[in-house]
């Protein structure tokens, strides 16, 4: 196979200054060079994430030594490797995890966060994979210790992090419990295995939980808006459940009883992905090739997509995030 041309400068999207989502604009900027351990990914997908759209309105700074290109997701092939790369060639296909820099046609990865495309996926469904996947699966598996017979919980059940959820959860042996804004997200999150869906504009999901398990309480919380949602989470818990952090769209503050903490033995934990290093992101990248993989591989699970739009589109693209209009994952194509 001849070796890829690779040119000087690629088309990206650029956050011109913190704002809505008018402030993404086009424009070119050189092509990365790998570093050692890492690979040049020509991208044919980039996932569009909740982070994105923080790090657009200044709340989440890339870390340091991280391009300001937003994007934490892509499927493409192999451009060029860096030194020390054995497990990876030019051409291969594959999707990674990035730091940043995944609205562009042109990405480095640390090697150790790549993984084969599962099955018979195309570029789009593959970049619907790595931050959802890595992010249920380190927050789920590694943090909560979430168990076959277990019940979950998870709030934004038709966001990507919930499709992902309740499809993993459910296919390894858990009872799924899911909220969402409308009869047709709630719909959706059951036929992707959850047993029930609470529309939260309609119902108390603390009383939902409790229908549904008899009075127990979850074994498991994974929760992205925080705020008020967090004490009655807690009230919503079994003994020893555990309460993981995702997000905070309602906000990171709240006032909280403590004492049903200690009462019913709970753990209040949670995590940010993106700062964590390049060998613990090797850990869960393992971890999904061992336990997830197979899964899509089968068609057990799939990543729902909403909708693509041209890199260039990206503002749109954000728009309609904001708008939580969609169910699952949206995707730029460069």
């Not at 640390?110 to 249920?136: D, R, W, Y």
């Not at 919980?153 to 309740?166: P, R």
């Not at 939260?200 to 939980?209: G, H, I, L, R």
Request: charged share 25%; aromatic share 4%; with cysteine.
């Amino acid at each position: 196979m001849p070796k890829p041309t690779i040119p000087e400068t690629m088309n990206c999207i650029e956050i011109v200054e913190p704002g809505g989502p008018e402030v993404l604009k086009p424009t070119r900027r050189p092509v990365p060079k790998p570093a050692g351990g890492e690979v040049l990914i020509r991208v044919r997908a980039a996932g569009v994430n909740r982070p994105d759209v923080s790090q657009r309105i200044g709340r989440y700074a890339p870390p340091p030594g991280v391009t300001d290109i937003p994007g934490l997701e892509v499927a493409g092939e192999v451009a060029a490797l860096g030194t020390d790369v054995k497990a990876w060639k030019v051409g291969d296909t594959l999707c990674a995890l990035v730091a940043g820099g995944g609205y562009a046609e042109y990405v480095t990865a640390p090697a150790l966060q790549c993984l084969p495309i599962p099955g018979k996926l195309g570029m789009v469904e593959a970049a619907a994979l790595p931050e959802t996947f890595f992010t249920v699966w380190s927050n789920l598996y590694d943090r909560a210790h979430l168990e076959a017979g277990e019940t979950l919980l998870v709030h934004g059940g038709s966001s990507g992090i919930g499709t992902t959820a309740i499809q993993l959860a459910a296919k390894r042996g858990a009872r799924v419990i899911a909220t969402a804004g409308s009869a047709e997200k709630c719909r959706v999150c059951e036929e992707l295995g959850a047993e029930r869906a609470v529309n939260y504009k309609d119902e108390d999901f603390v009383e939902a939980v409790k229908e549904f398990t008899g009075g127990r309480g979850v074994d498991v919380v994974l929760d992205m808006v925080g705020g008020d949602y967090i004490p009655r989470n807690i009230k919503a818990m079994a003994i020893d459940g555990r309460h993981v952090s995702i997000a905070f769209l309602g906000g990171s503050t709240a006032e909280v009883n403590f004492m049903p903490m200690m009462l019913k033995r709970l753990t209040l934990t949670g995590a940010t992905l993106r700062p964590q290093s390049v060998e613990r992101k090797g850990e869960i990248a393992r971890a999904l090739r061992e336990h997830a993989w197979p899964l899509i591989a089968k068609g057990e699970i799939k990543p729902v997509i909403h909708a693509t739009f041209p890199l260039a589109e990206a503002a749109e693209a954000h728009r309609l995030m904001e708008s939580s209009r969609h169910i699952g994952k949206i995707i730029l194509t460069p």
